[in-house]
């Protein structure tokens, strides 16, 4: 399949707003565009805007100003069943008197589909989630897994334009959960559909996305793939609900264009890069990824800042250690290490001295 055609705006909403009481905002003047074919994850914590924007975007929700537009054609005034959109809840919310078959087939009839090309497009779809074989089962006698998958078909049955998912893998177990994470994104690859996906898990959404737009207080923090979203955090909010992050408390001594000398709270200078930092004196947090830090001598990178650390925790956890240290008189630095042949455990109280390339550093805002 062809990448995402990020520049030929698919879905768009341009200055959107909603707020619910007449004064709050919990969306407040949200720009974005969404490419047809692009997998795209609004991200964030709860209440910071992503499930208002995805039910304004399925028509449960109106919004209170600006324009929401799919495939170029304004959607404000459109009720839901006339858009075109399908719809993947964390519930199912499957018809429990119904039968699977009779579940697909449900969004067909109101569409006016006849019978036999109902059929056809049932058994594709069951196909499609290897279901085929419980097309006559209830959904009360299938598992979670499968009633999620009964409910995907659902929304793929119809060939919409555009395919929603609102926190669709929330009632699943781990394992299943990662499982279906891959049964998503490859029926993206392969149908070549639009999904806009809503979920407050980071895994979930740097495994699934094109791209994730990372929300909160109403606003879209960043937007970016995930490699850039991980990588190049664009502030601490980002930095801190993406994945693990050391932050280390400092002011900026000396800045240039790519580079910023930070003096820690602790004395110590180290470079970083600078990030939502412009001027000397100012306050920043540097955040450092707690895998980019190494404490074996010889694997440190050429040109590694090195500063002395005090082993509070070690945990085993499988395939990596974490390890928990006091560094700069901080208790909460982290590294983590892979569980590789002669890695050795390292006990609490033992002194040590850690290390990171410079590049890995980024100088953050404050907040």
């Known amino acids: 399949m062809a990448g995402p055609q990020q520049d030929a705006a698919f879905v768009q909403f341009e200055r959107v707003q909603k707020s619910y009481d007449g004064e709050t905002l919990v969306v407040k003047d949200l720009n974005l565009a969404i490419g047809k074919g692009e997998f795209l994850t609004m991200l964030g914590p709860s209440g910071s ?8 975007l399925a028509g449960f929700e109106t919004a209170t100003h600006g324009e929401i ?13 006339k858009r075109d ?57 299938l598992s979670g897994g499968q009633q999620q998958r009964i409910a995907l078909a659902r929304a793929l049955v119809f060939d919409p334009a555009l395919v929603l998912m609102d926190e669709p893998l929330g009632a699943l177990d781990k394992q299943l959960r990662e499982h279906m994470q891959f049964e998503i994104k490859h029926l993206h690859d392969n149908l070549g559909i639009t999904v806009v996906y809503v979920t407050h898990d980071q895994g979930e959404a740097l495994t699934m996305s094109d791209r994730v737009a990372v929300f909160n207080d109403g606003r879209i923090q960043q937007l970016a793939p995930p490699d850039e979203l991980y990588e190049r955090p664009a502030n601490s909010f980002v930095a801190g609900f ?18 910023a000398l930070v003096r820690l709270a602790s004395g110590e200078l180290i470079e970083a890069t600078p990030v939502n ?22 694997l440190m990178p050429t040109g590694a800042h090195t500063l002395e650390a005090e ?49 890995d550093a980024r100088a953050l805002d404050p907040a």
């Open 49 to 56: 805007g992503k499930t208002t924007c995805l039910m304004m």
């Open 69 to 81: 537009r799919l495939a170029g054609r304004p959607i404000n005034q459109v009720p839901p069943h």
């Open 85 to 141: 959109i399908g719809m993947v809840f964390q519930n199912y919310a499957l018809f429990p008197h119904m039968t699977v078959g009779e579940n697909l087939a449900f969004p067909l009839e109101v569409r006016g589909i006849g019978r036999s090309e109902r059929e056809a497009k049932i058994t594709r779809a069951l196909d499609m989630v290897q279901m085929g074989a419980f097309a006559s089962r209830r959904p009360a006698q």
């Open 242 to 259: 993406i994945g693990e992050n050391n932050r280390l408390r400092g002011t900026v001594e000396d800045i240039g264009p790519d580079r």
């Open 277 to 298: 930092v412009t001027r000397k004196g100012q306050a920043t947090l540097v955040s450092i990824r707690p895998e980019r830090v190494e404490f074996k001598p010889d």
């Open 311 to 359: 082993v509070l925790e070690f945990i085993y956890m499988g395939d990596i250690f974490r390890t928990r240290l006091r560094v700069t008189g901080q208790d909460d630095f982290v590294i983590k290490s892979r569980n590789a042949q002669g890695q050795r455990r390292l006990e609490p109280g033992e002194k040590i001295r850690i290390g990171w390339a410079p590049q």
